[in-house]
Nanobody
Framework: QVQLVQSGGGAVQPGGSLRLSCGAS????????MAWFRQTGGKEREFVSG????????LTTDSVKGRFFTPVNYAINTIYLEMNRLKPEDTAVYYC????????????????WGQGTLVTVSS
């Protein structure tokens, strides 16, 4: 069974940067697409950014485009969320997820999930 293990997170000041990591136990057709979601206030998880291993194409939500990036390390089946110029509204629990096929924005379409990590942006 696929496992996703996250690391990173913490508290930062507005304008600061933070890097999250998500390592997959294996890379198969079941984990071709990997993505980051975030959740605040008990609401549904919101898509942030994702990448497909097979074509290296990315999809990023407009609210973080130009600030957040999703580099990958194929050798260790790991994706990262590089967050820059952080804002208080970026505060959330961040989750990584994986699914077959392409990156999509619907959280219900992902089969595997990391444990989540809290990012707090405040003065």
């Amino acid at each position: 069974q696929v496992q996703l293990v996250q690391s990173g997170g913490g508290a930062v000041q507005p304008g600061g940067s933070l890097r999250l990591s998500c390592g997959a136990s294996e890379r198969t057709a079941r984990t071709n697409a990997m993505a980051w979601f975030r959740q605040t206030g008990g609401k549904e998880r919101e898509f942030v950014s994702g990448i497909a291993w097979d074509d290296d194409k990315t999809l990023t939500t407009d609210s973080v485009k130009g600030r957040f990036f999703t580099p990958v390390n194929y050798a260790i089946n790991t994706i990262y969320l590089e967050m820059n110029r952080l804002k208080p509204e970026d505060t959330a629990v961040y989750y990584c997820a994986a699914r077959p096929g392409k990156v999509v924005v619907q959280d219900g379409e992902y089969e595997y999930w990391g444990q989540g990590t809290l990012v707090t942006v405040s003065s």
